[in-house]
Structure formats: C-alpha cells, structure tokens
C-alpha cells in the first residue's frame, strides 16, 4: 500500500460552547508533508486536537476520514492504532512510568498478542534513535517527561514518533521553544520519517522550521479555516511580508476565531 | 459500646500457654501483667478513623502448623515471596505459629548473627530479648492493643547483628496464617549493634475472606549508633482480618532505618510507623503503599519524631483507592526541642479511582526548635484526564493506561522494596488489587 489517506471535510469545532474550526478542509497523503501556518489564535492546536480526539473539542460538523474509515467513531486509542500521531504541544508528564517501559507498551499495542517486539530488538532500535536524535541514553529509563525540559520533551515526541512509524503524523509546534542546534536535530528526526508511507502534518507560526523541513504544501489559517493554500514559495513569502497581505487580499481584519469575516 | 470486649483468654489459660513454651519468668509475668492492663486500657485513637467497633478480642488464639522439608513443597502464593530458581539463604517461615522451614547462612550465624523465632529467642538469647522486648520501642501499657499483644504473643522472630557486622543477602521472614481463624500476634524484634548493616524483608499472607480474625503485630527496631536498617514489608492479610500493625524504630547516633512497606490487607487496618531519632545525625525514610478497595475502612499513620541534632527524616505515603475504600494518611512530623539543624519532610498522596472511595491526607508538623528545615505536601486526587489522553493517543488502551499511570504512582515506593523477589510480588498483589 503507499500510504495513507487522512480527508479533513468541512470540520467545524467547538470548546465548551465555543466555536473555533468553521470548516475546514484539508487532505494529507502518505509521501505528502503539509505545513500550516497562521498567526496565534486562529485553530492552528484545535485542528490537530480534534483529529487526536482531545476530550475536551467537540465536533459539530464536518468528517475525518482515514483510508476512509470514520476517524470520529473511533475511540482516542483506535484512531492511534489506525495510523494516527499527534506530537504534541504540551506532553503529559507520567511519574512512575519510564519512557521506554511506555515506549515498549505503545509499540506493542499496535502488535497482536503473543507477537510483541522482542525486548532485544526493542533495545537496539531504542538506543539507535535515541543516539540519532543526540539524546542521552538515561532518558529511557527517566519517567516520561517528569523534569524534562521543554527541549527534552520535544525531542521525546520525536522519538515516540520514530519508533512508533505511523502513517500520518501531525506536529503540534514541535519547534517552540527550542534553540537552533534543537531545532535541527528535531528537523532530522521529522525528515528521516519521510517515504511514501507516512504523510505529516506540521502546525507552526513560525518560518523557521521550514528553513530546515520542505513542506510540499503550506495553508494558512485564520479565523478558524485553511484560508489560502500553496507550495513552499508561500511560507517565503510569509516569511518576508508577513501575514497583513492575506489579511488584506482577503478583506480580513482580524484574523483570530473571534471574528467572522 | 456494641461488641463485647471482654477477652476471651484469662491468666490461667495465659500461664499454661507460657508454661507450655518453657518461657522464662520474666515474660510469663509481662505477660500477665498486661493482661491485666489490657482489662482497663483504652483502645488506641487512630486520628479521623472510629475503630471501636472492630473486632480486635474475638480470635482463636493456636493452631499448629507442620514442618516443611524444602521450600519447593510450600504452595505457589508462598513461593512467589522469593525466586525459586535461586532460593534465599537466610529465612524464617511461620506457618501459623510454627516454624515451617529456617535457614541462616553458616557464615553469618559464625559471626554471631541471630535470626530465629521469638520462642527459640527466648531460650537461647534470653538476655538479649529481655533487654529490647518492649522496652525502648514499644511499651504495654500504650493502650489496649498493645496490652493485648504483651499478653497473648504467639508468634515472631528475633533479629540480632552483632557490633561491626554488615550483612550484604538479606534477611526474609515469611508469616503465613494458614488457619483461617487463627490470630497472628506477631512480634518482630531487630536489633542491629553499633556500626552493623541489615536488609530484612517480611511478607504477611492469609485467605480468610469470610473467617473473622485479627493481626496484632508490634515490630521493634533497634538501631545502635551507625547501624543502618532497611526494613521492608508487604501486608497482605484477606479481608477476613482486622489488623494492628505498630512499625516502631528508635535510631541512635548516625543511624540509619529506612521502611518500605507495602500495606495490602484487604481488611480493616490500623498501622502505625513511627520513628524516633534520638542520635545526631540519624536518618529515617519512611516509605508506605497501599491500595484500598472493597468497604475497607485503613488508617496509616507514619510519624518521625526527632530528637537528634541534623537528624534527617523522610515521609513518604501513596495510595490508591477504589470502590468504597476509605484511607487515612496522618504524617507527623515532630522536631523536639534541642534538635537544631533537623530536617522533615513529608509526601502524602492519594489517587482516587472511584466517587465513592474516600480518601484523606493529614500532614502534621510539630516543631519546638527554631534551626530546622521542613516541609509538606498532600494531595487527593483522581487520574489525570490529560495523561490518559496521551498515553492513549499512543495506541495504549484505556485500561492500560490506567494500569500505567497506578503503577507509576506507586512506583517510588515499590522501587525501594529491598528485595526483588518481593518487589515482584508486591507488583502482582497491586495488579490483582486494583483490576
């Protein structure tokens, strides 16, 4: 099979009553990495929250489908072992839990009983992304993201990433916070992923993570929708002008959920 | 007062019962004394749990246990307390009241390392037992419990390491209460000589979920000036048990004793660890678990109380409830006057897993000294939506994730259990408990 397919059609999303995503579409396919950008506040997160299915989003209207399976009926654990990844903004810190002991439970998870990955192979593959990803070998056997620093997790979620292969990743502002040499090191992890199989999305504000990742496509959002759409040359363009000529071509004034255009 | 609580034993069954062991004077004397105290003396008044209605008189006092001539021939819930594949060196293990099966590495016993039963204590280390037996620790007349226990003591092991030995394999000491009526009055007294080092390690079983019976089980531990003591337990009476469990060291200077105990009775409980550090610069951790289910009604109290100057004393509780469990976590801290440079710290935490468990952590500091440091945190809560999403958002299934995120809360205290065989096993009696 050459990859997947995630379809996003008209998906309007709400937080306690609140509307954020009014109708969005997109179509992300393996081999494909898609960039989405936009100022602050505009649904960049709710996006890749509601794809997840974050317990607090509600879906009011609109459709996921992956391969064509409804991803809406699919339980947060299904939609993962369907193919689905979300690195995510904020992890949650697990005391107790090291990160290879739930690293070993997520990959086998995917695996049917009685055929789980050895634990030998587990260790070689582990110890070979985390040496790519220049992390420390102690970090498997530190509690996931209990004290890590915001760069730690980050280069976490890579790994997690890495070792879990699915087939459409979605990036939740992998970039934030973390210094150039960081940013790098992630950015090779991401682009090791590329191939046929695994189509990414990668949600940011800023450019300069695509300094380092080629996007083959780039939206913008705002106001809750994907507002314009194009290749790389778009985040160079937004890069050098910012974002007040969308704003202006498309009449918007404020570009934030708030507002109606 | 609805429960009767006459005894049902009185001096002439007492003296008979002493008279049969061939104890000393000494001890048929304690022990009638305190049952006379026992008559009068209250019971104990656990903070916010009510136990004056629990069963603690209403138990069948012996039952024998046979002799067993290999560990191997002990059922499978027994042999999961070590590693059957590299059998311990060093064990004691009570059936009932008997001694089923003992051992002490040569070499150890050479050196003057004692590690038997209470009653083969009393004969053949009589003075070392009298000297510690509910002196420094522990006293009778505290209330009726421990009155009680003076009194009708039918069980234990004594633990002595002379000055300047330190003993690497540690010590494990199995209490399996195979009659399911039968009552475990169980003293456990360790004594470590100055500059000496042990690992003891003791695991309580029984299967009475429908017999009603109690543990009374006061534990001394003495350690001498530099001795260092860790002291690690795992508590799995069946719910047919109304259990008093009394964990008390007294630390000397530069002593260390350090408690990881895994409190998994089913039943109604009572515990408590308290620690006294008299020396300069003794050290205490006091590490607790527990997991909670069913209508179980348990009160954990950890104290430390410090008296030595730079003393350092750690509190550390976690426990899960489910179902309509109640748990009490009273931690006391206590710096006397005079103990300047002292430091206390205490952690209680509660995870919740049902509405109708109850849960509820008291951090106490009492302090009569001005140079310390001290500090305390509590919290009740439940499982963390957010960490759910997460792991689940990794392909783990609900109810993974929450195996994952109970076994990491109780992890930092289950990774102190000194002895691996039991770590395991407390791993499993956790799985089993919450499930």
């Known amino acids: 099979m050459a990859g997947s397919t995630l379809e996003i059609k008209n998906l309007h999303v709400s937080i306690e009553g609140k509307e954020i995503l009014k109708g969005v579409n997109l179509t992300v396919k393996g081999g494909e990495f898609h960039a989405i950008m936009g100022p602050n506040g505009t649904g960049k997160s709710t996006l890749a929250s509601a794809i997840m299915g974050h317990p607090k989003y509600e879906i009011t209207e609109g459709s996921i489908l992956l391969n064509g399976e409804d991803v809406l009926e699919m339980e947060v654990d299904e939609r993962a072992r369907a193919g689905l990844f979300l690195a995510m903004q904020y992890p949650s810190e697990i005391s107790g839990v090291t990160t290879s002991d739930f690293l070993r439970s997520a990959i086998n998870a995917r695996r049917e009983e009685g055929n789980e990955i050895p634990l030998m192979q587990f260790i070689k593959d582990l110890d070979k992304d985390l040496d790519f990803l220049e992390i420390d070998q102690s970090m498997a056997t530190r509690y996931l993201n209990e004290g890590f620093s915001g760069g730690e997790k980050k280069r976490n979620e890579i790994l997690q990433l890495m070792q879990i292969k699915p087939d459409i990743a979605i990036l939740d502002e992998i970039d934030s916070g973390l210094d150039i040499d960081a940013l790098k090191v992630v950015s090779k992890g991401i682009n090791k992923m590329r191939g046929e199989d695994f189509g990414c999305l990668i949600i940011t504000h800023y450019q300069r993570l695509l300094n380092y990742i080629t996007p083959d496509f780039v939206h913008v959002m705002m106001q809750g929708r994907v507002v314009k759409s194009g290749g790389p040359e778009l985040a160079h363009r937004l890069e050098a002008e910012g974002y007040d000529w969308i704003k202006e071509e498309l009449g918007i004034e404020d570009e934030t959920v708030g507002q109606n255009a | ?435």
Do not use: C
């Open chain 2, 1 to 435: 007062m609805t429960v009767d609580t006459k005894l049902p034993y009185d001096r002439s069954y007492i003296e008979q019962f002493s008279a049969e062991r061939n104890e000393p004077e000494w001890m048929k004397e304690l022990r009638l004394n305190a049952l006379d105290q026992a008559e009068s003396l209250e019971l104990p008044k656990p903070d916010k749990t009510k136990i004056g209605n629990w069963n603690f008189t209403r138990f069948k006092h012996v039952a024998t246990g046979e002799k067993i001539a290999s560990l191997t021939d002990l059922p499978a819930e027994i042999q999961d307390f070590f590693d059957v594949e590299n059998l311990p060196e060093n064990i004691v293990i009570q059936r009932n009241h008997t001694v089923a099966f003992a051992q002490l590495n040569e070499e150890l016993s050479n050196k003057g390392v004692i590690f038997t039963d209470i009653f083969t204590a009393l004969k053949e280390h009589e003075d070392l037992v009298k000297r510690y037996y509910m002196k420094d620790a522990v006293a009778v007349e505290e209330h009726k419990l421990t009155a009680l226990h003076a009194a009708l003591m039918n069980g234990g092991v004594f633990v002595y390491v002379p000055k300047n030995v330190q003993i690497e394999e540690p010590l494990q000491a199995v209490f399996w209460q195979e009659d399911p009526e039968v009552a475990l009055v169980n003293h456990v007294l360790v004594v470590a000589e100055e500059n000496s080092e042990l690992t003891y390690v003791e695991n309580y079983i029984s299967n009475n979920k429908e017999e009603a019976t109690v543990a009374n089980i006061v534990t001394e531990v003495i350690a001498q000036d530099n001795a260092k003591v860790s002291f690690g337990a795992v508590d799995n009476f069946a719910a047919g048990t109304t259990t008093y469990v009394n964990r008390r060291g007294v630390g000397y200077r530069h002593a260390t004793i350090d408690w990881a105990l895994g409190q998994m009775n089913d039943g109604n409980t009572v515990s408590e660890n308290v620690t006294h550090l008299i020396g300069d610069g003794s050290v205490s951790n006091a590490n607790a678990v527990t997991v909670g289910r069913g209508k179980q009604i348990q009160n954990f109290t950890a104290k430390i109380a410090q008296w030595g100057k730079n003393s350092d004393a750690q509190i550390l509780q976690r426990g899960v409830m489910k179902e309509s469990a109640t748990s009490i976590f009273n931690a006391i801290g206590k710096i006397e006057h005079g103990a300047s440079g002292a430091n206390n710290e205490q952690t209680s935490r509660v995870l919740m897993l049902s509405e109708k468990a109850r849960g509820d952590a008291n951090p106490i500091l009492l302090i009569d000294e001005d140079d310390v440091t001290a500090g305390h945190a509590a919290s009740v809560g439940r499982v963390d939506p957010m960490q759910l999403y997460y792991l689940m958002s990794r392909g783990i299934t609900q109810e993974e994730a929450e195996r994952l995120v109970i076994h990491g809360f109780l992890d930092p205290v289950v990774a102190q259990l000194p002895i691996a065989a039991v770590k395991k096993q407390l791993k499993q009696v956790i799985e089993r408990k919450v499930n």
